[in-house]
């Protein structure tokens, strides 16, 4: 992610720009998570969400990876919603 700070934050693996989290991930024993950080962006993109989304968290396993293009997706609508 361009211009981001990578760091650990809460016990996660954050992203951040200009000092706000854009996006952080964790693993737990049975799934992974991608935490959205927004849950305006959470209900804006809920239908393309929803077979991962648990409140603004996305759940899925390694064996079942979220769709790249949907991170990308993910990424660049919470980029622009900082501004």
Known sequence: MP???ELIS???AMFKRKGKGVISMSAKRDYC???LMSPPLAKAMEADLKKY???VTLHF???KPLPVSLVKKIVKARLKEMK
Do not use: C, D, N, W
């Open 33 to 35: 998570s991608l935490h």
């Open 10 to 12: 809460y016990q996660v």
């Open 3 to 5: 211009y981001a700070e």
């Open 53 to 55: 989304l648990k409140g």
């Open 61 to 63: 396993t390694p064996e």
